[in-house]
């Protein structure tokens, strides 16, 4: 496997990637048309948070896969403008202002390496530039969403996206069933049984808000729940990872339910954090990853 330093200039800025790449008899099969591309999201470098880009880009390199991985503009090593920290930079990207120099960087990537397809990925926010970016370019045969995220952030409560608003103030009542929902989920945390309740609580919740006459969570980002809908329809190839720990698993799944869900390849990865990067994250998200474009997107360029 080698590694590159990568630094095109593309729409007036300089980017900075990191380029793993197979050494010349290692690419096996249709993954020699094929690269993944790593984008970063919000303040993290392209290593991402404990080198998790890093080691899956060595991981997929050593199994024949180029893995590119950047930082967009103003962010990390690359050049360029760059709203405020947290919640400007959060909405910036919601609003997929990252996905036109993410399209060009594939076209980059296309005119200097024999690569005909991509599967693009990024944790968090930066499985939101993937998603916009997918839907820009017929070449991406697959995304990558680790910890995705598809609800809004409100400045009234705090820099980061937010789970659900502040709850009203405590009554007896609620106190009580707070109490038992912490039993529960301390006795039931880690079991399979937990994974059933979570699953089940949020079509519960979807069936809920449609009898109510609600389409999507009110804090939905409803453009790029379009986007995703438009993708799968499209069939494109999907894979989600979650890491399961703080009820994000819960919450994508009541996003991403019903028909749509059945379409995607969705793995949770319980030992982890949000960052994918502790108790053995890394090693795990690298296999999970390897797995699927094996048996997904290089398995269907060899059977075309």
């Given at each position: 496997m080698i590694r590159r330093i990568l630094q095109p200039t593309l729409n007036g800025g300089r980017l900075v990637g990191t380029g793993h790449l197979p050494e010349p008899g290692e690419v096996a099969g249709a993954s020699d048309r094929l690269a993944v591309v790593l984008v970063n999201f919000a303040q993290a470098s392209r290593a991402g948070v404990g080198d998790l880009s890093v080691w899956i880009g060595d991981q997929l390199a050593a199994h024949g896969y180029p893995v590119f991985r950047f930082d967009l503009p103003g962010l990390g090593d690359s050049l360029g403008p760059a709203p405020e920290p947290g919640q400007p930079l959060w909405c910036h990207i919601r609003e997929g202002k990252h996905a036109e120099t993410?399209?060009?960087?594939?076209?980059?990537?296309?005119?200097?390496?024999?690569?005909?397809?991509?599967?693009?990925?990024?944790?968090?926010?930066?499985?939101?530039?993937?998603?916009?970016?997918?839907?820009?370019?017929?070449?991406?045969?697959?995304?990558?969403?680790?910890?995705?995220?598809?609800?809004?952030c409100d400045v009234r409560f705090g820099s980061?996206?937010?789970?659900?608003?502040?709850?009203?103030?405590?009554?007896?009542?609620?106190?009580?069933?707070?109490?038992v929902k912490r039993r529960l989920r301390k006795r039931l945390?880690?079991?399979?049984v937990e994974r059933r309740v979570r699953i089940l609580?949020?079509?519960?919740?979807?069936?809920?808000?449609?009898?109510?006459?609600?389409?999507?969570?009110?804090?939905?980002?409803?453009?790029?729940?379009?986007?995703?809908?438009?993708?799968?329809?499209?069939?494109?190839?999907?894979?989600?990872?979650?890491?399961?720990?703080?009820?994000?698993?819960?919450?994508?799944?009541?996003?991403?339910?019903?028909?749509?869900?059945?379409?995607?390849?969705?793995?949770?990865?319980?030992?982890?954090?949000?960052?994918?990067?502790?108790?053995?994250?890394?090693?795990?998200?690298?296999?999970?990853?390897?797995?699927?474009?094996d048996q997904t997107v290089a398995h269907d360029a060899d059977t075309t």
């Open positions: 993410t399209t060009a960087l594939l076209d980059h990537l296309r005119a200097e390496f024999p690569v005909e397809r991509f599967v693009v990925g990024g944790l968090c926010a930066g499985a939101v530039t993937a998603l916009y970016a997918a839907a820009r370019r017929s070449e991406v045969a697959g995304v990558i969403l680790l910890e995705p995220v598809f609800h809004l980061g996206p937010s789970h659900r608003p502040p709850p009203p103030p405590d009554r007896a009542a609620r106190r009580w069933l707070q109490s945390a880690g079991t399979p609580y949020a079509s519960f919740k979807r069936l809920a808000d449609r009898a109510r006459g609600r389409r999507c969570p009110p804090d939905a980002i409803r453009e790029l729940l379009a986007t995703w809908q438009a993708l799968v329809r499209q069939r494109l190839k999907i894979l989600i990872i979650n890491s399961g720990t703080d009820g994000r698993e819960m919450y994508n799944r009541y996003y991403l339910g019903g028909r749509f869900a059945r379409q995607a390849t969705w793995r949770v990865v319980r030992e982890s954090n949000h960052m994918l990067a502790a108790h053995g994250g890394k090693e795990a998200v690298s296999h999970l990853i390897r797995e699927w474009l």
